[in-house]
């Protein structure tokens, strides 16, 4: 056998690749060189903690309790050994355990600190809570994602075991540095929260569970990077930010709420090298926010640094018709239609159009927009030759797609938009976009300029209209290296045609 092959990280790769464990198993058995490496790698994720508590001898369950055979002296030395090499766990599955047995493990020593290398755990506390102390006693644990549920009956029980969790590893743990929570929390969770000050990643989906207070202390964390909000609950005249001390070293934001919400966090924010901003807009048609002090917002504080932003805002389709003359970076006049009419009386702001996207022309480093809109935003051939002007770094680029075949959602790009994406855009790998392909013939298809550096992967096309056989020689000239075509759903096998075809061409 070769040395390299009793290297233990080299066999950590290569046992990396063996996706499963009666592989890994039978490597292990191959010789003693192998056996940890190969153990460590069938241990080190585990989808249930059940394997772990099949390693005592006598347990037996019970009506769904686990508990020991009272003849039995507990034995949990198999138990030390396996879980020394776990160091990923994910729990969801519902599991009781025996108050004697919980309080045998943890008078246990060498078993209270089993998980020497448990590093990340991901579990639903309403399914098992009592395995929490346990698995908080890890002093590695760098990583934490609970999800708390949304069960009143189970509230305080759950949220008794999620605080003594997170305090406890607060306390035992100096690698924890992530947190996720999900569901109803309570003030007292809350506050743990707002205590952790190390922490750099943060993601709090929890509703009317975060408070404005909380919310205040988490901004003052001097090494928080990353941060999932929902403030859609909380007033702007709420907030109470320090002017000394506001999110100093944040680059990654994914917050839902009201526009004039997420504008004053980010007039507030201190950090300048935001490089990831995920927006999703609620409220935005009975209210009286608008889209503009929330571009002016992103725009000051994101200048040099934005790399990848998404905005999402939906409203509902059956009473939203979009035609011809909706409002759009060209299209200022009033509509016909009165529901049109409506929402414009009641928030005339509520439509995202290009015209918003005009304060991001100088975000030259931007790789990836998404625009995840009901409905989807007017673009025009005209504003995509801003696009490319504005943004020649995009990777990226993601205009939403038609929900309806309805002739009043026509797209306004055509095939001619395409090609200016396809010259601008060197580096463009995915694209998503609506596309009006009414009338492309083969003829007109085939004299758009080749382009050979084009580096586009993955497009996705919804039309109103199926695709013929024309798209796919329009296709292969602007996009010649795509792997993957999409198109609207309710027409898969015309585009599934179109994609062969494309498969077809390429090989020619």
Known sequence: MHQALLIDEILEVIFGYCTESCTLSRAGRTCQAWKDPALDRVWWRL?????????????????????????????????????????????????????TLLTLILQDEKSASCFKRLAIARLSLTNCHTLCPIISSAEALQTVELDLGFSTVAFKTVNRAASDF?????????????????GIASGQVMNSVGHISRLEALHLRVGTSLHAETLAAISTFPCLRKLEIHTSHIRPEDFRFSSSVCFPSLKSLDIRGRTNSIEKLLQSMQSDSLAVLRIDIEFLVSTDDTWDGLFTAIKEKTHASLLQLTIEHHMDTQDLPLEDDTPSSSDTTPTSNPYINNLLRTNPDALLNFKHLHSLSNHRELRQIVLETTPPILVRDLDLEHVVRWWPKLQHLDLGSVPTFDPRWMPKPTPAGLAVLSLGLSALETLVIPVNIAGLTSDAATKFAKNPNSSLQCITLTALTPPQQSLAHCLNHLFPSVLEIHGTLGHEEHWDSVQNHYRLLQAS
């Not at 394997?51 to 006598?58: A, F, M, N, Q, T």
């Not at 309790?65 to 766990?89: G, M, T, W």
């Open 166 to 182: 997170i305090s406890t590893v607060d306390r035992v743990s100096s690698c924890f540095t992530s947190l996720s929570l999900r």
């Open 47 to 99: 989808a249930s903690f059940k394997p772990l508590l099949d390693l005592i001898p006598g347990l037996l369950c019970v009506n769904g309790v686990y508990v020991l055979e009272l003849s039995l002296h507990p034995d949990f030395r198999r138990l030390h050994h396996y879980a020394s090499r776990v160091k990923q766990i994910i729990h969801r599955q519902r599991i009781q355990m025996h108050p």
